[in-house]
């Protein structure tokens, strides 16, 4: 991909059907950027499943949880919410 540097993943996890992208999610800048780098995947047409997880999705404004919401494939709200990250992802990737 062109100018991949400038659309940086936290994690790659090899997927079941295609490589997951796993995004963590702090705070409101974070999540602008993170929807920024998924849009640009989806324009380009890139393979790819995304997992984000939120420290805390309650402290995100409206506005900005909606269009993340819209990009992503899969959220987990919290930090705390283990078991649903670990079923969540063990859908999608190759985990041993």
Known sequence: MDNASDYPIDYRIEGKDAP??????????KAKTV??????????QARFDSVVVFSDQSTL???????LTNVSDTMISSLDAESDFRRKLEKKALLN
């Open 35 to 44: 929807t920024i780098i998924l849009e640009h995947l989806l324009r380009t």
């Open 20 to 29: 997951v992208f796993l995004f963590g999610i702090p705070n409101r800048d």
């Open 61 to 67: 404004p409206r506005a900005d949880l909606a269009r």
